[in-house]
């Protein structure tokens, strides 16, 4: 899938805002998710660095480390 760089930044800037703003991992997850789902890998990994930042409860980021674990195994 092709993305619209201009489509993509407008769509989500509001919710980056937020997201930075509450400090919630997985609202940087849901953008991490967004970008993965655009090819944008490098952004990506930044919103599941921040998201790994986070504080959190272990147990409820089983999707954020499966995707995190991915980014590990595409830069090795």
Excluded: Q
Excluded at 60 to 68: G, W
């Amino acid at each position: 899938m092709e993305a619209n760089d201009n489509n993509l930044e407008c769509e989500t800037r509001e919710y980056k805002n937020l997201a930075l703003e509450e400090n919630h991992w997985f609202m940087y997850h849901k953008i991490l998710s967004m970008y993965w789902r655009y090819g944008k890998m490098e952004e990506a990994l930044l919103y599941a660095n921040k998201a790994l930042n986070c504080n959190f409860k272990y147990e409820m980021m089983n999707r954020l480390f499966a995707r995190y674990s991915t980014f590990v195994g595409i830069y090795e």
